[in-house]
């Protein structure tokens, strides 16, 4: 058994806490919400985030900071992703030489175009940062669907240690050494992701969401492999496979707010009625920033910043995307002379 601790009592970090808490360790879930700690150790349900699904007694809700560091084996960041930096400078003076912290938050920094982990880093240079990531709604995993997710960490030991304490017969957990390609497959598909759902809303079918799924990983491909990810991290589970979820599904936020959008809400009304934090829309900056940066063409990602922050007519977006110069699908393949 192994003393876990987890920063935040949203969603995802109810349902890693259930999942953990039924692999037989000690959990201890922080939230910086006083009235959902009250609610979660009385009701024993998030009634809100996951409706329906009881959580264990012997899981620990607290509002102190330390409770959920001090102490602990491992130390899991679940806060969404504009909140990482922060929570992280909260954490550090907790935080022990050579502690184990994973962060399952999917982002890029808009200012400084930095991965959760590389702000995490800074923020707690002591640490021993790891990542888990993959196709894993919250609603699932909660109610104990197989899932499959893969654990990054720098070095091999660690990866393996993390891997068996989350491995159950339910929730298959895969290892690589590739943080960045993970993190930047894990952020960037909810760009795509709102697409997707733009799409939906704007009534297209199947046909569509396939050509933006194909795309949209050839786009992310692109630009992590120019950062220096790995191309196997972006055909794996923390690409394609969390890129197919996340456009699909009906637990998708970022779907929902692009079906809202879709349908002719703002990008702040769509948000509001998610009432939840939409990740891709946090990201899409920055993904456009990345793209010039790194000089690679993101077409995809270019209309969605229209969109969102431009005010561009989604049907005319669409229009442009399709109608683009032809190209060539896979440049590297050769021609018969």
Not at 188 to 203: E, F, M
Not at 226 to 240: A, D, P, R, V
Request: glycine fraction near 10%; aromatic fraction near 4%.
């Amino acid at each position: 058994m192994k003393k876990i601790g987890i920063m935040g009592a949203g969603s995802w970090g109810t349902a890693l806490a259930i999942l953990l808490s039924n692999n037989g360790h000690d959990v201890t879930v922080w939230s910086i919400d006083k009235n959902e700690v009250e609610m979660l150790s009385e009701k024993r349900e998030h009634t809100s985030k996951l409706p329906g699904v009881v959580i264990p007694d012997h899981i620990v809700f607290t509002n102190d900071i330390q409770d959920g560091i001090l102490e602990k084996d491992v130390v899991v960041l679940a806060v969404p992703s504009p909140f990482t930096r922060s929570t992280a400078r909260s954490m550090k003076p907790f935080v022990k030489e050579g502690q184990i912290l994973v962060n399952v938050a999917k982002g890029i920094e808009e200012s400084t175009l930095m991965t959760l982990s590389e702000q995490i880093e800074e923020e707690i240079p002591q640490a021993n940062v790891a990542v888990l990531s993959g196709p894993s709604h919250a609603e699932e995993v909660g109610r104990k669907l197989p899932t499959t997710v893969v654990v990054g960490a720098k070095k091999r030991e660690t990866a393996e240690y993390l891997q068996s304490i989350f491995m159950s017969e339910v929730f298959r957990v895969y290892t690589s050494p590739d943080i960045l390609g993970i993190e930047l497959g894990g952020s960037l598909k909810n760009v795509i992701a709102l697409a997707a759902g733009i799409a939906d809303g704007l009534g297209y079918g199947d046909n569509t969401k396939a050509a933006l799924i194909t795309r949209g990983i050839a786009e992310i491909s692109r630009l992590g492999v120019k950062m220096g990810g790995k191309i196997e991290s972006f055909t794996g589970l923390t690409g394609i496979g969390d890129l197919i979820v996340t456009c699909a599904s009906v637990h998708s936020r970022n779907r929902k707010a692009g079906y809202l959008i879709g349908q002719g809400k703002t990008m702040q009304e769509a948000m509001d009625e998610v009432q939840m934090v939409v990740e891709g829309v946090y990201s899409a900056k920055a993904a456009k920033k990345l793209a010039e940066k790194y000089e690679v063409s993101m077409p995809i990602v270019e209309e969605v910043n229209r969109i969102l922050f431009e005010g561009k007519k989604a049907e005319e977006a669409v229009r442009e995307l399709m109608l683009r110069d032809g190209r060539i699908e896979h440049p590297a393949l050769p021609w018969e002379e």
